[in-house]
């Protein structure tokens, strides 16, 4: 009696949130969105995406060359400019740069997508720089971007996306890539809560694993090979080759099984600009919403026990101790 009543509530709800989210807004060729990181992967897919909605795209490039090949590819409304947002001048001409183009208009979407990963490792084999490098990009970038744009956001009411990753939602490997995302992850939750009052949206998208430089395989083998070449002498006798192989290859292994349909997270990130009422959070990929973000939800000692499973033993795991 219950069970059934219970289902056709959950279906309601279901289809009253896709109802809901299925509103798109009126007049994008008037919007502005700032996105950065477009040289190569989601970014660059996503300027030519909205480019083609008819919206106006500032595409902030890291290099002459991918903002160059963007151009090539987009309509005049898209403007490019140099953007590196670990540099915090670089960053507040770019402002000022989108300040002058948006005027009194303000600036509608602001997406911060660019990120790096490298290198992914055993926490013990980094230093604080192998971290630093990374949180610089993806949290501290982020954070400088988002404060120096908000009063152009507050004025158009407009919206916030940031990527973040299902390495938000649930620690896959070591060094400071994870750490960055569920920084993200806080960060807009936080300035979610600050900007209600305004009007201003943020959502957080979570890409599962895709085909991108974050992603690459053989970078990050090269970065392997490196830090390994480099450790001491301890931690190299203490892990031993065949950790390190068996690490190697498990990273390459998952790094190859990465889905090359980037279109599912720009499609995401331009529903956060464009709907009505975007949502929160989007979980973006298969693997991301049949694995990952459930197991997320589990008790962290049976994720530590499955991510366990994966995982060889160091050649010297110290005497053990009996008895206590
Ligand atoms: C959309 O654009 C049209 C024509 O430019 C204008 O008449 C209308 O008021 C705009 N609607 C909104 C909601 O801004
Ligand atoms: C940011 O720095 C780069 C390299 O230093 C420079 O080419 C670019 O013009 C700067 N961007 C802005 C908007 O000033």
């Given at each position: 009696m219950w069970l059934p009543l219970l289902v056709v509530i959950f279906i309601l709800i279901l289809v009253y949130r896709w109802h809901r989210h299925s509103y798109i807004l009126q007049n994008l060729s008037d919007k502005y969105v700032l996105i950065t990181?477009?040289?190569?992967g989601f970014g660059n897919l996503l300027a030519k995406q909205l480019d083609q909605r008819g919206m106006r795209v500032l595409a902030a490039c890291l290099t002459d060359k991918g903002a160059e090949d963007l151009k090539k590819e987009t309509s005049s409304r898209l403007q490019t400019a140099i953007l590196d947002v670990t540099n915090i001048q670089n960053v507040s001409s770019v402002a000022k740069w989108v300040a002058g183009i948006v005027n009194?208009?303000?600036?509608w979407g602001l997406v911060n997508n660019a990120g790096i990963s490298?290198?992914?490792?055993?926490?013990?084999?980094?230093t604080k720089e192998d971290f630093f490098r990374i949180l610089n990009v993806n949290l501290l970038g982020t954070v400088d971007v988002t404060l120096k744009m908000l009063p152009l956001i507050r004025k158009a009411r407009g919206r916030v996306v940031n990527v973040a990753s299902i390495c938000g939602r649930i620690s896959?490997?070591?060094?400071?890539y994870c750490l960055s995302k569920y920084a993200v992850e806080s960060f807009s939750d936080s300035i979610r809560r600050d900007m209600m009052p305004f009007g201003v949206k943020i959502s957080i998208v979570e890409p599962g694993f895709f085909k991108t430089r974050v992603a690459d395989a053989s970078l990050q083998k090269e970065a392997l090979t490196n830090i390994w070449a480099k450790a001491t002498e301890e931690v190299r006798r203490t892990y031993g080759q065949n950790y390190y192989d068996k690490y190697c290859s498990t990273v390459e292994q998952s790094l190859e099984?990465?889905?090359?349909?980037?279109f599912l997270v720009t499609d995401c990130i331009e529903h956060a600009l464009t709907a009505v009422y975007p949502k929160t959070r989007y979980s973006a990929g298969w693997d991301a919403k049949l694995f990952f973000i459930p197991l997320s939800y589990l008790p962290t000692s049976w994720v530590d026990f499955l991510i366990s499973l994966r995982q060889t033993k160091p050649a010297e795991i110290g005497a053990i101790s009996k008895g206590h």
């Amino acid at each position: 009696m219950w069970l059934p009543l219970l289902v056709v509530i959950f279906i309601l709800i279901l289809v009253y949130r896709w109802h809901r989210h299925s509103y798109i807004l009126q007049n994008l060729s008037d919007k502005y969105v700032l996105i950065t990181g477009c040289d190569t992967g989601f970014g660059n897919l996503l300027a030519k995406q909205l480019d083609q909605r008819g919206m106006r795209v500032l595409a902030a490039c890291l290099t002459d060359k991918g903002a160059e090949d963007l151009k090539k590819e987009t309509s005049s409304r898209l403007q490019t400019a140099i953007l590196d947002v670990t540099n915090i001048q670089n960053v507040s001409s770019v402002a000022k740069w989108v300040a002058g183009i948006v005027n009194e208009k303000g600036l509608w979407g602001l997406v911060n997508n660019a990120g790096i990963s490298i290198p992914i490792a055993p926490n013990e084999w980094l230093t604080k720089e192998d971290f630093f490098r990374i949180l610089n990009v993806n949290l501290l970038g982020t954070v400088d971007v988002t404060l120096k744009m908000l009063p152009l956001i507050r004025k158009a009411r407009g919206r916030v996306v940031n990527v973040a990753s299902i390495c938000g939602r649930i620690s896959i490997c070591g060094g400071g890539y994870c750490l960055s995302k569920y920084a993200v992850e806080s960060f807009s939750d936080s300035i979610r809560r600050d900007m209600m009052p305004f009007g201003v949206k943020i959502s957080i998208v979570e890409p599962g694993f895709f085909k991108t430089r974050v992603a690459d395989a053989s970078l990050q083998k090269e970065a392997l090979t490196n830090i390994w070449a480099k450790a001491t002498e301890e931690v190299r006798r203490t892990y031993g080759q065949n950790y390190y192989d068996k690490y190697c290859s498990t990273v390459e292994q998952s790094l190859e099984k990465c889905s090359p349909n980037l279109f599912l997270v720009t499609d995401c990130i331009e529903h956060a600009l464009t709907a009505v009422y975007p949502k929160t959070r989007y979980s973006a990929g298969w693997d991301a919403k049949l694995f990952f973000i459930p197991l997320s939800y589990l008790p962290t000692s049976w994720v530590d026990f499955l991510i366990s499973l994966r995982q060889t033993k160091p050649a010297e795991i110290g005497a053990i101790s009996k008895g206590h």
